[in-house]
């Protein structure tokens, strides 16, 4: 059994009957439940719609980086009402990304705090996207107190999942240490993945879930082909791999983290 811990069904990459054809796909391989990500208001209403129809779909809503331009007071009453829908099961993909500044920083930094507070408020699992922003979204997560006593002996842990982590080895531990997931993505079957290749080498799989982040960041041997959630095997036997596991260990024990990270029964 295997959890995609982040996809995007919601992508208009998937429009046009082709997500009934990877819907197919899904429920034909070892993937049993994927969580589809929202990025902005519409995407994340489109998400809770395909956790209405897919039994394995679940839900998580809120303003990724990019979009950070396109919030404002009205748009975070309508988060707020989609968090408590059926299926959704946690804010995200909120965060900071550097890298393209599709938003102004300042307004990345604002909505990301605004969306933190929701989710502390709603006592939900957090899902980050942190670009080229490692100093500020720590920083910003400490501040905001996602990782205050209160919250972690209501939650059991800081239920803080780092998104397609990137960071290094120290960056991870320090993470983990505070309470938090990490997340691998398709990028560790590249040629070029030494620095999180080093990352799952270190931290103990118990703290480890696996993503597509579909339809971006296609895993090898499909690298430049459109990304999709029954990939996320491909990504799993390269962990497993590196940690010296089997394939089937990897699944149990990631799908088992996620679902335990997202509350899941
Ligand atoms: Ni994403």
């Given amino acids: 059994m295997l959890f995609d811990s982040h996809a995007h069904l919601n992508s208009e990459r998937y429009n046009g009957g082709d997500l009934e054809i990877i819907a197919e796909a899904i429920e034909k391989s070892d993937l049993a439940y994927v969580m589809d990500i929202g990025y902005d208001l519409a995407s994340s209403v489109a998400a809770i719609e395909h956790a ?39 804010i995200g993909e909120i965060g900071l990304d550097y890298y393209y500044d599709h938003s102004e920083r ?10 933190i507070q929701l989710a502390l408020e709603l006592t939900m699992p957090i899902v980050i ?6 100093d500020d979204v720590m920083r910003i997560l400490k501040e905001e107190g996602v990782f205050s006593r209160s919250r972690i002996e209501k939650l059991g842990d800081a239920k803080l999942l780092m998104h397609c982590f990137s960071g290094s080895k120290e960056l991870a531990h320090q993470y983990v240490k505070l309470g938090a997931a990490i997340s691998i993505a398709g990028p560790i079957t590249y040629k070029n993945a030494r620095k999180i290749i080093e990352v799952v080498e270190e931290i103990p799989l118990e703290h480890l879930l696996i993503e597509t982040d579909s339809p971006y960041l296609t895993p090898e041997p499909f690298r430049g082909k459109r990304n999709q959630p029954d990939y996320v095997e491909y990504t799993a036997r390269k962990v497993a791999e590196i940690k010296g596991l089997s394939y089937e260990e990897v699944a149990r024990i990631t799908c088992n983290n996620a679902k335990k990270f997202y509350t899941i029964e």
């Avoid at 829908?85 to 946690?90: F, Q, S």
């Fill in 52 to 90: 209405k129809k897919y039994p394995w779909c679940y839900a998580a809503v809120g303003c990724h980086p990019h979009d950070a331009k396109t919030m404002d007071e009205a748009a975070l009453i309508m988060f707020k009402g989609l968090a408590k829908k059926p299926k959704v099961k946690a």
């Fill in 129 to 134: 996207h942190d670009r080229d922003a490692n």
């Fill in 106 to 115: 300042d307004v990345q930094q604002y909505w990301f705090r605004r969306q």
